[in-house]
């Protein structure tokens, strides 16, 4: 999904949100705390040509007033040239939460501080900024530590992820919130992959689909193994259905078909099939009966691993489970499923909490 910029003034937008034209004055602070969180996402100015003055002219009092001679007009065309995206405002977003403690003045200072001068109007008046904002170097750097993390979290070793995010901020400039914001879009990623996430670090959705395709290549790389790519995808489809708008779409004939290699795990037939006569067509999850039989005319259950294979989990009994299709899609997908881990441990013995390699 992309956006052009539409022209706005500050009278108009002040009135688009139930307010008078008196408070243009506050609707041009707003767009200058927008503009300045646009810096740090390293966005171009989307609030500096999309709201204006009456007139229709860009706001002579706006901060690149203290641009130098040339640079005021570079900002302003790269701003005008620029199709603004889903990432883009997901990356503001993000940086409005850094900045959620200033105000519109208070907040460029702390833009200033933290990007040099030149270094920031160079990166203001160039069309090449990166969409979100953050380099693949900061991005595989993230999930490195967050794999990190989480291995020594399922090794049951002490960690402190205070110390990781001040490691990572100390090393790309940035604060801590904003590597903390970023682990919870890894999480968010890997619930879409449908594996587990490191706790205390909720999935949070505000992530565009092409950084999350590229968080998700990235965590495949870190762990050595391929699989097929589906977090883009499935970002793109909610940021369909947000729309207030949907019409039927004509889709696709012949989708086109590409291909890909997966890492794939040798499993033990003989554990799936005790696991499955143990659990005697009853889900071992919820309780309830199998919902259908399948072709061969035996109860449907799926055998899921607890500690999924994917984390190091073993091929064994003692971490395996028959489960009704709707529980082993909530275990891999679900927003409870967690707890239903939990649950399983507690109430089928033969389960064993491991400790991956």
């Excluded at 300045?36 to 002579?60: D, F, T």
């Excluded at 603004?84 to 977003?93: V, W, Y």
């Excluded at 940035?174 to 619930?191: C, D, G, H, P």
Aim: hydrophobic residues 40%; glycine residues 6%; aromatic residues 8%.
């Amino acid at each position: 999904m992309t956006y052009r910029t539409g022209l706005l003034t500050y009278q108009s937008a002040a009135q688009k949100l139930g307010r008078t034209i008196d408070h243009a004055r506050a609707i041009a602070q707003v767009c200058d705390l927008l503009d300045a969180a646009a810096a740090l996402a390293k966005v171009p100015l989307l609030a500096l040509v999309a709201v204006r003055v009456s007139s229709g002219e860009i706001n002579p009092k706006a901060w690149v007033k203290d641009a130098p001679a040339g640079v005021k007009e570079a900002i302003v065309n790269c701003s005008l040239g620029h199709t603004f995206t889903e990432d883009d405002f997901t990356a503001i977003e993000n940086s409005l939460n850094e900045l959620k403690d200033y105000g519109n003045r208070a907040a460029w200072v702390e833009v200033k501080r933290r990007i040099p001068g030149d270094q920031l109007f160079k990166q203001l008046s160039s069309q090449s900024a990166n969409a979100e904002g953050w380099s693949k170097e900061e991005l595989l750097a993230s999930v490195e530590a967050y794999v990190e993390m989480q291995r020594k979290e399922r090794g049951g070793q002490p960690f402190t992820k205070k110390r990781y995010y001040e490691n990572l901020a100390a090393t790309f400039g940035r604060t801590e919130k904003a590597f903390e914001y970023r682990m919870q879009n890894i999480s968010y990623v890997l619930s879409l992959m449908g594996r587990d996430w490191l706790p205390g670090l909720k999935p949070a959705k505000n992530v565009g689909s092409r950084t999350a395709a590229i968080i998700e290549a990235l965590i495949t790389q870190v762990e050595g193994r391929k699989s097929i790519p589906v977090a883009e995808f499935e970002i793109k489809v909610q940021e369909e259905s947000q729309k207030p708008h949907l019409p039927r779409p004509k889709g696709n004939r012949s989708p086109q078909a590409t291909s890909s290699e997966v890492t794939q795990f040798l499993r033990d037939a003989s554990v799936k099939a005790w696991v499955l006569r143990q659990a005697n067509g009853k889900c071992e999850c919820c309780e309830m009966a199998a919902p259908f039989n399948g072709s061969n005319g035996i109860p449907y259950l799926e055998v899921h691993h607890v500690l999924q294979l994917a984390d190091n989990g073993s091929d064994t009994v003692s971490n395996a489970i028959a489960l009704c299709p709707n529980c082993h899609r909530e275990l891999h997908y679900g927003a409870n499923s967690k707890n239903l881990v939990a649950h399983l441990y507690e109430h089928v013995s033969r389960l064993v909490r491991e400790q991956p390699n």
